[in-house]
């Protein structure tokens, strides 16, 4: 294997007369999960049709959560790009080798294949990994024959006309003014999305990278703890272009306050332009120490917050690396309910460090704090993670087939309780919280809003644990906690 050193190549290489289509495909989830029913696609696919779209390239892009993924439509292209995340690596590869097969020229991008590209090189020859914005024209000049794909950073490739080995290049450094890439033209997605409900979804980016370091996340592996940010005046001019007024907007970013002082102007200017919208999104509970900061969030229009806050065991807290404690998350919660912002709790359960008493406690500390909404998620050992290095050399991952790795389903051994301990609790907090008993109370105090969507959890949880009773039935077999695994049982 070789890798390239650094090379200065221009930013955009003009579409040639070779490939002249390139569609792009995000492959759908495997199974069902609490957001099925509000179908958003990724952004990455749709900003780089936008971006070879303005090179002179004829683009599309599928999102199969959205609509139904029609082969001879897709390839009707010259070359298609995939996007995978871990989940539906399966899908891509399945995808990536039926078009193949009908002659069309594929190449493939996305975390999971950020971190396993020669996996990935066994389905197409072209595998980008990193941030492909400012390198994509030169990707696809590259497949076209028309530049040498040593010199494209983040190109991992095999020499079809020669010995056939693989090439790593160097991965491209993260894109640091976000302010000069294109704004993900959304005409390109072919369907629509919305949130369920009456009100049209405007998704928006304003920023990259997150600053913090949760040792099971694949944020900072993929986009860095660089943390990178549009102006306020790009992301107004992209509100006002994208008709946000009157609807709901949902802010893609990892962690939309990781800079205090940036978000509070980006608010003012949210309040002073007058835009009429709602909004939402994902933050972590420590912002809620700035009072301030709270308040300007309610006035701007924030609705909901989407907060990690992982586990009420703070040991798992430490051993996630996540930089907060329990302390903080009861003060956040206090915070939201005062300013009348709904939360959405996300819990990791799984660590080392935690027992079926503590996924009970995390069950009930989230009704008592009366969270809105939660997701109780199985700890999930994604390639590029420390996690996942560190249960991969300690033998403990059993279960390879990445459909599983969706953080519902568990896939390791943990370590103070039994596989199937572990999944049946999730599912048992998640009955608790989303319970009859919740639904009624929640009627009784004519919060119809949140009884509709406590009756909804409820219901994908059953529906969930109807779909995967044969997992269920596989996981039971596994024995005690710390019990080695049975010869072919996987």
């Not at 914005?133 to 030169?138: A, F, K, L, N």
């Not at 079809?160 to 991965?171: C, F, L, M």
């Amino acid at each position: 294997m070789v890798a390239a050193g650094d090379v200065s190549v221009p930013r955009c290489i003009r579409a040639g007369n070779g490939i002249r289509r390139v569609h792009f495909v995000e492959p759908g989830a495997p199974d069902f999960h609490i957001f099925s029913r509000f179908r958003l696609p990724r952004i990455g696919g749709v900003l780089l049709a936008t971006i070879l779209r303005d090179a002179g390239y004829e683009t599309r892009a599928y999102c199969e959560d959205m609509t139904s993924l029609r082969l001879r439509e897709i390839g009707d292209a010259d070359l298609v790009g995939i996007s995978t995340v871990t989940s539906t690596a399966p899908a891509a590869y399945r995808i990536a080798d039926d078009l193949r097969a009908m002659g069309v020229k594929v190449f493939m991008g996305g975390p999971h294949v950020t971190f396993m590209p020669d996996e990935a090189l066994e389905h197409c020859d072209w595998v980008f990994r990193g941030e492909a914005d400012e390198w994509i024209t030169q990707a696809v000049a590259a497949i076209d024959g028309r530049f040498d794909p040593a010199e494209v950073q983040g190109l991992s490739w095999r020499d079809v006309d020669g010995d056939g080995s693989v090439h790593h290049n160097v991965r491209p450094e993260f894109v640091r003014e976000l302010d000069e890439t294109p704004a993900p033209d959304f005409s390109l997605l072919q369907g629509g999305f919305s949130l369920g409900f009456r009100r049209t979804v405007v998704p928006l980016v304003t920023s990259r990278g997150c600053p913090y370091d949760c040792s099971f996340c694949s944020v900072t592996p993929m986009f860095g703890r660089c943390y990178r940010f549009k102006s306020p005046e790009r992301v107004i001019r992209e509100l006002v272009d994208r008709n946000a007024s009157g609807n709901h907007v949902f802010f893609y970013d990892d962690h939309f306050i990781a800079s205090p002082k940036r978000t509070k102007v980006l608010l003012d200017e949210f309040i002073k332009a007058d835009l009429d919208f709602r909004w939402s999104a994902q933050v972590r509970a420590d912002i809620t120490k700035d009072e301030a900061m709270v308040e300007k969030m309610a006035r701007s229009g924030c609705e909901a917050v989407y907060i990690g806050m992982e586990s009420i065991n703070p040991a798992t807290l430490e051993e996630y690396n996540k930089g907060q404690t329990v302390q903080d998350l009861e003060s956040a919660i206090k915070a939201f309910h005062r300013h009348k912002i709904n939360m959405h709790g996300m819990f990791v359960l799984g660590s080392d460090t935690d027992t079926v008493k503590t996924i009970r406690e995390t069950a009930r500390f989230a009704k008592r704090n009366r969270i809105q909404t939660i997701q109780f998620l199985i700890l999930t050992p994604l390639p590029g993670t420390r996690y996942y290095d560190k249960l991969k050399s300690e033998g403990r991952i059993i279960f390879d087939d990445w459909r599983l790795y969706d953080a519902q389903h568990v896939v390791y051994r943990p370590k103070l309780m039994s596989v199937y301990e572990l999944q049946i609790e999730m599912l048992k907090a998640t009955l608790s919280f989303y319970s009859k008993r919740q639904i009624i109370k929640q009627f009784l105090r004519f919060e119809f809003t949140h009884s509709i969507i406590t009756a909804y959890g409820r219901s994908h949880a059953l529906k969930w644990r109807r779909r995967n009773a044969d997992f269920l039935d596989r996981v039971r077999s596994l024995g005690a906690a710390g019990a080695p695994l049975a010869a072919g049982a996987w």
